[in-house]
């Protein structure tokens, strides 16, 4: 029964661990702060969303990899590691799920848009 208790604590703790280490990679930005970090040229602009949403209208200079499709990982494993990379989706479900991503492949700087492209056209 200890032995049980200790190693489900263990396995909690690992998990409370793990997300934080990723989520001090990505930084919650709002529309304002986003806009600030995209006009930097050495952020890499990710739109994760399906590429039909993206066909839709996306912010300019973006490259769409959909977090929803098989690739992500391959094609997000080509962008530059040691450069900072914007990520936004629709309102941010999706933008979280890639920048959680992102981060657990070893991108040290990941800017997330909240709200999504929903709050960007705002």
Request: net charge positive; charged share 25%.
């Amino acid at each position: 029964m200890k032995t049980t208790l200790f190693f489900i604590t263990f396995l909690a703790l690992t998990a409370c661990i793990q997300a934080q280490s990723v989520s001090k990679q990505v930084i919650n930005q709002s529309v304002a702060d986003f806009k600030k970090t995209i006009s930097n040229k050495k952020v890499q602009l990710i739109d994760v969303r399906r590429p039909d949403e993206f066909a839709e209208g996306a912010i300019a200079g973006a490259s769409n990899l959909n977090v929803q499709d098989d690739s992500f990982k391959t094609l997000a494993a080509q962008l530059d590691r040691k450069k900072p990379v914007a990520v936004y989706c629709r309102s941010g479900v999706r933008g979280t799920k890639a920048s959680n991503i992102l981060a657990e492949m070893g991108f040290k700087k990941i800017y997330h848009l909240e709200g999504g492209y929903l709050a960007w056209t705002k």
